[in-house]
């Protein structure tokens, strides 16, 4: 109740803030950036998604935390093109809360009306939990943000209750594989095989992969073997403040 009654403040007090990821290229350019949610709390400093997100979820916090990335990150989009720093795209976390939500087509077009972002520079990353349920309207609503030219990433590919026949019927343009299968990459066979498999069905589906988790050169150099040619992970950055991360991509140039 008390962190709940902290959080209803930090909307009032602007306690939110959207920090950046860079996703690289084999050629060491900023393809994409992930944005993801910090609390800037008073006293306990920035805080990340796992210490509130759950507590959030209990009540309607979540719906009007969803709301405040989705309307930053585009803010921030747009910001970016028009002062000529720009991505591919800028990949924001879509929860299945969101995607269930009946009106959520209608959300992202308000937002992106009352933002000017371009809806082509977006890519939506959701896990594939979301279609253990309702997977008819889930499909639907992807199917409607795609129209609009909002992409689509698969997250922590591999992980969860997939089924491939989602990859058929729903169109994503990215897979990404999760960081649990580079960790070993260096030392469990098995977790070589999936990384090869996923970048072998991307390349056939014409999907693009991108590995998350990397943390070292070595893991980069048998993912850079087996083809995979995008990257994300603490090898290259953390997640950064917006001010760090325009410095982190300046210096890349
Ligand atoms: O930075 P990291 O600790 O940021 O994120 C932890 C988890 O929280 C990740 O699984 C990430 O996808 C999720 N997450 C981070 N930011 C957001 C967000 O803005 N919305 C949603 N739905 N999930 C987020
Ligand atoms: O679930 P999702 O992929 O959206 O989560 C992104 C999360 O991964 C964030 O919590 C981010 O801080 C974390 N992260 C980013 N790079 C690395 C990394 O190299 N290693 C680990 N363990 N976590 C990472
Ligand atoms: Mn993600
Ligand atoms: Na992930």
């Known amino acids: 109740i008390k962190i709940e009654s902290q959080l209803r403040t930090a909307f009032q007090q602007n306690q939110f803030e959207l920090y950046f990821q860079p996703q690289l290229c084999a050629d060491g350019r900023c393809e ?3 944005a993801l949610i910090r609390w800037r709390h008073p006293q306990r400093g920035l805080l990340a998604p796992s ?7 209990q009540s309607d916090l979540i719906v009007m935390i969803d709301r405040w990335v989705m309307k930053a990150a585009c803010l921030q989009l747009k910001a970016w093109r028009d002062s000529g720093f720009s991505h591919e795209y800028l ?3 879509v929860s299945s809360r969101q995607l269930r939500q009946e009106d959520f087509v209608e ?5 992106l009306a009352e933002t000017g972002a371009d809806p082509r520079a977006l890519m939506f990353e959701i896990t594939e939990n979301i279609f253990i349920d309702k997977v008819e309207q889930a499909g639907k609503t992807i199917r409607c943000l795609n129209d609009l030219g909002i992409r689509f990433s698969l997250d922590n590919f591999g992980t969860g209750y997939s089924s491939l026949c989602y990859l058929k019927k729903m169109p994503f343009h990215q897979l990404k594989i999760d960081r649990q299968f580079v960790a070993d990459i260096l030392t469990d066979g098995n977790d070589v095989a999936i990384v090869e498999i996923i970048i072998a069905m991307a390349n056939k589906l014409n999907m693009q992969v991108i ?4 943390q070292t050169q070595t893991q980069l150099d048998v993912l850079l073997d087996k083809g995979c040619r995008l990257y994300q992970g603490y090898y290259f950055s953390p997640p950064l403040s917006v001010e760090d991360f325009v410095g982190y991509v300046e210096k890349l140039r």
């Open 32 to 34: 994409g950036v992930e």
């Open 51 to 57: 210490a509130f997100i759950g507590i959030a979820e």
């Open 91 to 93: 990949a924001v976390n």
């Open 107 to 111: 959300q992202v077009e308000d937002i």
């Open 211 to 214: 590995a998350e988790g990397v």
